[in-house]
């Protein structure tokens, strides 16, 4: 079997029905053999960076055509050589980490076996998912109050949420989450993202307000890039803290391992190297009782899938991510949309990522700009 074609599809998402904004565009990659088997993978994309990444899928073709779709490690390691080089880290990785999921959804469908099999089985029938996306837009108590009431409706027992939008007073802010945990009960785990916004300080002393709130999680409450004063803010907070959303493969990872700058790492199968990538990950951090959440910023078909594929065999899993202002159009671009039962999704039996792709329906998403961001 060989490759005789590399495409990519830039989407723009539909508006959700719950009236949440979307302000991010998808793209899908697909991989075509010369035996008719076809794979798809989703690249990760964020701010204006999206044709970058598009151009790197499609100077990558001239070099996949005539390959083995096989040969994964070798495509992924050839990669990185390019990355060495000096190429620009974000958009190579994400176009790669695109491409490579597609391979093993080749490899899965002409093995007529999930991907999972493939990876030494599942070690979980179902996968447990937050939900996010939900937030943005929210500036009262009562809003976010609200809104995570429809959202736990909708089947979700945790949600991610984003109380460092602004300003607002170390109060305000404790209030917001203590206003959701309200509304939503004991029985729904909340998970705070403080997004790199605040000053260190600031983080750890809300922290130490909304200890008796019972969060599930304290996501990045410094950016990665600055591992030992992560590992400070982690030694000085009593909740669990999460980073790795903007780190690629494992030769990121294996520093904040070292620093032990983390409770929980969540790298993005769409920009750390893909799925085999992700696995390797979570290998390296279970010595280290690190557990594993990947991020999924992705759409709800593709990305999702690779991300369930993975998140199936990694013995340290805890949670991933399913972004429901995406679901209207990942919904409406594949024959078997996820469900999600419980906060949790069953793991797909059909072969390869599970999913199949109506590419006639990827044109009721064409790419368009959105709107210039006000400074």
């Known amino acids: 079997m060989r490759i005789v074609d590399l495409q990519s599809f830039l989407l723009r998402p539909s508006p959700p029905r719950g009236g949440w904004n979307v302000s991010k565009h998808l793209l899908l990659v697909r991989v075509d053999t010369d035996e008719g088997i076809v794979g798809w993978g989703e690249a990760f994309t964020?701010?204006?960076?999206?044709?970058?990444?598009?151009?790197?899928?499609?100077n990558l073709r001239r070099y996949?055509?005539?390959?083995n779709p096989f040969h994964i490690r070798e495509f992924t390691r050839w990669a990185r050589d390019i990355f060495s080089e000096g190429r620009p880290a974000l958009e190579l990785f994400c176009a790669m980490s695109g491409i490579e999921q597609a391979l093993w959804?080749?490899?899965?469908?002409?093995l007529n076996t999930p991907v999972y099999n493939l990876l030494g089985g599942p070690c979980r029938d179902r996968i447990r998912v937050y939900a996010n996306g939900w937030t943005a837009g929210a500036r009262t108590a009562k809003e976010m109050a609200d809104r995570a009431v429809a959202v736990a409706g909708m089947g979700?027992?945790?949600?991610?949420?984003?109380?460092?939008?602004?300003?607002?007073?170390?109060?305000?802010?404790?209030?917001?989450?203590?206003a959701v945990r309200e509304a939503v009960g004991p029985t729904v785990d909340l998970l705070i993202d403080v997004w790199r916004r605040p000053e260190p300080t600031k983080a750890i002393r809300v922290a130490k307000m909304?200890?008796?709130?019972?969060?599930?999680?304290?996501?990045e409450p410094v950016p990665s890039e600055n591992l030992d004063l992560l590992a400070e803010v982690r030694r000085s907070i009593r909740l669990p803290v999460v980073t790795g959303e903007c780190l690629y493969t494992r030769f990121d990872f294996r520093r904040v391992l070292e620093k032990r700058a983390a409770d929980i790492l969540n790298p993005d199968v769409g920009s750390c190297g893909g799925i085999l990538e992700l696995t390797e990950i979570a290998a390296m951090?279970?010595?280290?009782?690190?557990?594993?959440?990947p991020h999924n910023y992705n759409s709800t078909a593709v990305g999702l899938a690779a991300t369930l594929q993975a998140s199936a065999v990694i013995p340290n899993f805890v949670i991933t991510e399913y972004f429901i202002n995406f679901q209207d159009t990942g919904d409406a671009i594949t024959t078997h949309p996820f469900k999600?039962?419980?906060?949790?999704?069953?793991?797909?039996?059909?072969?390869?990522?599970?999913?199949?792709?109506?590419?006639?329906?990827?044109?009721?998403?064409?790419?368009q700009e959105f709107p210039m961001r006000k400074w």
């Not at 964020?46 to 499609?58: F, K, M, P, S, Y």
């Not at 909304?210 to 996501?219: A, N, P, Q, T």
């Open 210 to 219: 909304i200890e008796e709130l019972h969060v599930f999680w304290y996501e």
């Open 285 to 293: 951090a279970e010595p280290y009782y690190v557990q594993m959440s």
């Open 105 to 110: 959804d080749i490899l899965g469908k002409s």
């Open 156 to 178: 979700f027992n945790a949600i991610k949420l984003y109380p460092f939008q602004n300003d607002e007073s170390e109060q305000a802010i404790a209030a917001n989450i203590r």
């Open 46 to 58: 964020l701010g204006d960076r999206e044709q970058n990444i598009a151009h790197n899928v499609t």
């Open 340 to 367: 999600v039962e419980e906060g949790c999704i069953r793991l797909p039996t059909a072969p390869g990522l599970g999913i199949d792709i109506n590419q006639d329906a990827l044109k009721d998403y064409a790419y």
């Open 64 to 67: 996949l055509v005539g390959k």
